[in-house]
């Protein structure tokens, strides 16, 4: 739970402390965030420290999020290592660079599949977990990060675009953790008493133990 709301506050953290602390050139609205950490910027490291930081908690969150399918925490692993490297591939002064581009590209990407490859089962008791809730994000996802696309090239809103999807998907693990945490519980675990099982407090014989205890004779 701390390292999933840590992401989304160290980047919203980052960004606009970062953006405050830049000339009255910058605009938020129409500048990106990976400006604020370029080559030049008026004190860079800050939103360097950001992205590193986001990355180790992309990187935690996976590790921990066991309720979550093994796809989507490899992906959301692999997202927070994406995040280090776009850290250490800061844009040039006034322009960008191919590894800046590829290493944020991989990371969009990873973040806006996790949804879909963290999903486990329709019938699962965390609503965040489910195929169709994925389906859903990871399309909005998809749809955020062509607006920001369509702006970039356009010279229009790109830096608003931008924070709306990065901020979207910063937050997303953050959901799903709260949704394992409210979700409701589902005790079925095996008496150490052979033969019983305990079910929400009722303890009663169970049939599952013969496959599992074949040479148990049960009394008449």
């Given at each position: 739970m701390l390292s999933s709301g840590f992401a989304p506050a160290v980047l919203i953290g980052g960004w606009a402390l970062g953006a405050s602390l830049q000339p009255t050139g910058y605009n938020a609205m129409v500048d990106s965030i990976s400006a604020l950490a370029a080559q030049g910027a008026v004190d860079s490291w800050l939103m360097t420290g950001a992205l590193f930081a986001l990355g180790?908690?992309?990187?935690?969150?996976?590790?921990?999020?066991?309720?979550?399918?093994?796809?989507?925490?490899?992906?959301?692993?692999?997202?927070?290592?994406?995040?280090?490297?776009?850290?250490?591939?800061?844009?040039?002064?006034?322009?960008?660079?191919?590894?800046?581009?590829?290493?944020?590209?991989?990371?969009?990407?990873?973040?806006?599949?996790?949804?879909?490859?963290?999903?486990?089962?329709?019938?699962?008791?965390?609503?965040?977990?489910?195929?169709?809730?994925?389906?859903?994000?990871?399309?909005?996802?998809?749809?955020?990060?062509?607006?920001?696309?369509?702006e970039l090239h356009g010279h229009g809103a790109a830096g608003l675009a931008e924070r709306i999807l990065t901020g979207a998907q910063a937050s997303w693990p953050l959901i799903v953790v709260a949704a394992c945490l409210l979700a409701p519980a589902r005790r079925h675990e095996l008496s150490p008493l052979r033969g019983v099982e305990s079910v929400d407090g009722v303890r009663h014989r169970s049939e599952p133990m013969r496959s599992q205890c074949a040479d148990y004779r049960w009394p008449r």
């Open positions: 180790a908690s992309y990187f935690t969150t996976a590790f921990g999020l066991h309720a979550a399918a093994t796809p989507g925490r490899v992906a959301l692993a692999c997202a927070g290592v994406a995040s280090v490297l776009v850290a250490l591939s800061p844009e040039p002064a006034g322009g960008t660079s191919l590894r800046h581009l590829v290493t944020t590209g991989i990371g969009f990407t990873l973040l806006a599949l996790f949804p879909v490859l963290a999903a486990e089962s329709e019938m699962s008791p965390v609503w965040a977990l489910r195929p169709s809730t994925g389906y859903a994000v990871s399309a909005l996802m998809a749809a955020g990060a062509a607006w920001f696309l369509i």
